[in-house]
């Protein structure tokens, strides 16, 4: 069961592909990923700001 798993798994020696992609030849589009990861990071701010928290400032989403 460990061998199937850890062909799954992602990796960060591969680039965040699985051993399976990897050998499969697939591949990653880094300026695709970035731009994933900056939305993803100002929607997480936006919705965290709908959340009021007394004991923490909320900073504006640059």
């Known amino acids: 069961t460990f061998i199937p798993d850890y ?9 965040g592909l699985s051993p399976n992609e ?3 030849g697939v591949t990653i589009d880094h300026h695709e990923v970035s731009e994933q990861v900056k ?9 965290n700001q709908g959340h ?9 989403v640059k």
């Open 22 to 24: 990897a050998y499969s």
């Open 7 to 15: 062909n799954v798994r992602p990796h960060c020696s591969l680039e």
């Open 52 to 60: 009021s928290c007394s004991s923490h400032t909320i900073q504006e």
């Open 39 to 47: 939305s993803a990071r100002i929607a997480r701010i936006l919705e």
